[in-house]
């Protein structure tokens, strides 16, 4: 039939410019997928850099807090215990041979409790007793430290099986426990302090509470200031993409509650 051909090349051209717009609208659908997969690698890399920028600045955050946490130590504790050994020596009556040997025997106690506290502050510090020991033992640690101390009746439970984290999450975790419990001893003027661990699948929860004075959370000074303060410690696990709960009771003492993924 006459027409037939020239329905054929209507076909073909027809056909031919379908494929060509499909063609073009695919290279356009691929085209905008690599921009927008562009922009997502950027807007990865942007929060990557500036999530560095913020545990770097958290790290040197906990390093301040670690020394001056030691620079008390030395001065409260062991600058004391040295002081009074030396008192002890001066005044050593070297014609009363029995009241020379209390003497020298307090001395050597004093002596010997400043090489404890030093030894302590060097597992403190020394991040490696961490790695090997895990945060547990560098927990229970602190708590003997404080249970020394006489005045604290301190109850700690672990439930669950322990999940040993990253050395770099758990030394953050640590020092935001030890920064409670220095809240607890200093500020708080406790009695009591229960410290409870529970390892669950994917989370480890952990929940330090006190039974001192407590505080009104909206005009807690901590919560005003710079430094190392209560919001602080809620950046410091958020950081670390755990979350945590400070709430405190006046007369009743305060609960700090953390959730700290694996």
Not at 35 to 64: A, C, N, V
Request: aromatic share 8%; charged share 20%; with cysteine.
């Amino acid at each position: 039939m006459p027409g037939e051909p020239q329905n054929i090349v209507v076909f073909i051209i027809v056909t031919t410019l379908f494929i060509l717009i499909l063609i073009a609208f695919i290279v356009f659908i691929l085209f905008l997928y690599q921009r927008r997969h562009i922009s997502y690698k950027k807007g990865l890399e942007i929060l990557k850099s500036d999530f560095e920028k913020t545990l770097l600045t958290t790290q040197l955050e906990i390093q301040e807090q670690t020394f001056q946490s030691i620079s008390r130590e030395i001065h409260d504790n062991i600058g004391l215990s040295l002081t009074l050994a030396k008192l002890n020596l001066n005044t050593i009556d070297w014609n009363d041979v029995n009241h020379s040997r209390e003497k020298v025997s307090g001395s050597i106690n004093f002596i010997s409790r400043a090489i404890e506290d030093l030894s302590y502050i060097s597992k403190a510090l020394h991040t490696g007793f961490i790695e090997e020991n895990g945060l547990l033992k560098a927990l229970e640690l602190e708590l003997n430290k404080i249970q020394k101390l006489d005045i604290y009746k301190i109850q700690y439970d672990v439930t669950g099986s322990p999940v040993y984290m990253q050395t770099q999450k758990e030394l953050v975790v640590f020092r935001i426990m030890q920064e409670v419990l220095n809240n607890c001893i200093k500020h708080a003027q406790a009695t009591e302090i229960a410290v409870r661990l529970n390892y669950q699948h994917t989370a480890v929860d952990i929940e330090i509470n006190d039974n001192g004075k407590g505080f009104i959370s909206q005009s807690a000074p901590a919560y005003k200031g710079k430094g190392t303060g209560l919001m602080n410690i809620i950046k410091r696990a958020a950081y670390i993409n755990g979350t945590c709960q400070i709430n405190s009771v006046p007369g009743k003492g305060t609960s700090v509650q953390m959730k700290i993924p694996y």
